[in-house]
């Protein structure tokens, strides 16, 4: 198992979230969820302003904006940790760097806004491009593929070179198969089994598989019962090769690559 493995702290300031919305709107709560990421250990904070759970509603950016940039604002007069903007539009992103963002996560691969390549280019930052089949608000209708993690590299391999023609170069660019996001439960077994197979491309590879339906689907456990399953699904991507893990519960998957380490010749 790579010793560069970094957990990214999950701050969703949604009310409707799929696992924790709602939970950190009130100052104290931020506050002390800030606080949390930081002791338990988390590389980069992840801070997303709008849900993107499947048939989730969209949110305008000016709401967006209110939501995330006083945040960022926040955890940077904290630390100089790596802060990820999860955002689809390049208002969003711009006004978030500006704040103190050092990453951009853009769920739709820079394909919903076409002004995001620019802000891509106008910083020096990382770009996490994720594969979604379909939208939020439809992409878990009738996922279909013929090989899943075979059309999810093809894919990698456009963007990947779309951005590079834009001017964005590869070293900047990290990879995330999108656990959840337009795929079955056998779906994103298959990612899961395969996390080696995204390493081709050069970038570091993220997988998001926190607290989602898969693992309740497999277990017949509740969100609030999921954060040791998804230590353990970290602790086994990560010895695939994995670079970054993002996950709602800092500490347990911290715990989890420990001793995998540990028990790892």
């Known amino acids: 198992m790579s010793q560069q493995v970094k957990i990214m702290g999950i701050l969703n300031l949604t009310p409707d979230s799929f696992s924790d919305g709602g939970q950190w709107l009130d100052e104290a ?10 002791a338990e250990g988390a590389d980069i904070i992840d801070v997303g302003g709008e849900s993107t759970r ?4 969209q949110v305008d950016a000016c709401e967006e904006l209110a939501r995330v940039v006083p945040v960022i604002r926040k955890i940077r007069q904290r630390s100089d940790l790596p802060v990820a903007v999860d955002t689809t539009k390049a208002r969003v992103a711009r006004e978030a760097i500006a704040a103190g963002a050092t990453v951009i996560n ?3 691969a820079l ?8 802000v891509a280019r106008s910083f020096d930052g990382s770009i996490i491009i994720m594969h979604m089949q379909g939208t939020p608000g439809d992409m878990q209708i009738d996922p279909r593929y013929g090989d899943v993690v075979a059309e999810i590299n093809a894919f990698f391999t456009e963007r990947i070179a779309w951005m590079e023609q834009h001017g964005v170069a590869r070293p900047r660019i990290i990879v995330d198969p999108g656990i959840g996001f337009g795929k079955t439960l056998a779906h994103n077994l298959a990612i899961l089994r395969n996390v080696v197979a995204f390493k081709g491309h050069g970038c ?3 997988i998001g598989h926190s607290r989602k339906s898969f693992l309740g689907q497999l277990l017949d456990v509740p969100v609030e019962e999921r954060d040791w399953p998804t230590a353990m699904t970290s602790a086994l991507c990560a010895r695939q090769g994995a670079d970054i893990l993002r996950v709602h519960a800092v500490r347990e998957t911290s ?3 420990q001793l995998m ?5």
């Open 29 to 38: 709560a931020l506050d002390a969820r800030i606080e949390q990421l930081l």
């Open 204 to 206: 570091p590879v993220l």
């Open 106 to 108: 853009d769920i739709s």
């Open 54 to 57: 499947p048939f989730a509603g």
């Open 111 to 118: 394909r919903q806004d076409p002004e995001m390549i620019e």
């Open 255 to 257: 715990l989890a690559l």
């Open 261 to 265: 380490a540990a028990l790892t010749v």
